[in-house]
């Protein structure tokens, strides 16, 4: 059964910093990219980053120089390191895999982990 | 770029059919056959329903179907049944420094 597990979401105040984790199984890893999309509080959804299976990233303007994607294809995990964080980042964070063919086409998601930035 | 833009609402009664917008520019939603749609539903995550426009993956009723004209792309779901009640997002394609962007997103409500 294709699954992907987040974690490590949680509290933490403006400017800090935090790493979420996604653990994909059920498929091999390499050959799909990888997003990361969130969610505020009831608001709709919005793409953060991508890496490709070689690792080639890309990410939205409105996290760019602040949040980092990456992989670790040994271990079918990835994550998103999230620095600088502000109030406006506060949101569940979904990993989602793509269809193996259009790294645009979000086909499997995650059960998503909440981040709260408030002091 | 700002996001595409949808119906806040929709509504239609068990049976009838009911159709979402999507609106963007020529530099997403008219520039690429690469319109996807999700549905979700209270609490859970998205699912994929609809993608490059008119394709469904495996298990997604016939119920729904997707197209486009020029820069605006539609979800038609047909036949509603009480379970479709839920937010739908449209998502384009939007060239290599913008990616993606995804619509608002629009409740519908089976009467």
């Known amino acids: 059964e294709v699954q992907l597990l987040e974690s490590g979401g949680g509290l933490v105040q403006p400017g800090g910093s935090l790493r979420l984790s996604c653990a994909a199984s059920?498929?091999?890893?390499?050959?799909?990219?990888m997003t990361w999309v969130r969610q505020a509080p009831g608001k709709g959804l919005e793409w953060v980053a991508t890496?490709?299976?070689?690792?080639?990233?890309i990410y939205a303007d409105s996290v760019k120089g602040r949040f980092t994607i990456s992989r670790d294809n040994s271990k079918n995990m990835v994550y998103v390191q999230m620095n600088s964080l502000r109030a406006e980042d506060t949101a569940i964070y979904y990993c989602?895999?793509?269809?193996?063919?259009?790294?645009?086409?979000?086909?499997?998601w995650g059960q998503g982990t909440r981040v709260t930035v408030s002091s | 770029q700002s996001a595409l833009t949808q119906p806040p609402s929709a509504s239609g009664s068990p049976g009838q059919s009911v159709t979402i917008s999507c609106t963007g520019t020529?530099?997403?939603?008219?520039?690429?056959?690469?319109v996807s749609w999700y549905q979700q539903h209270p609490g859970k995550a998205p699912k994929l329903i609809i993608y490059q426009v008119t394709k469904r993956p495996s298990g997604v009723p016939d119920r729904f179907s997707g197209s486009k004209s020029g820069n605006t792309a539609s979800l038609t779901v047909s036949g509603l049944q009480a379970e479709d009640e839920a937010d739908y997002y449209c998502c384009s394609y939007a060239g290599s420094n913008t990616y993606v962007l995804f619509g608002g997103g629009t409740k519908v409500t089976v009467l």
């Open positions: 059920g498929f091999t890893f390499i050959n799909y990219a």
């Open positions: 020529s530099s997403d939603v008219g520039g690429y056959y690469s």
């Open positions: 989602v895999r793509d269809d193996g063919r259009h790294a645009e086409v979000f086909e499997i």
């Open positions: 890496v490709r299976g070689g690792g080639d990233t």
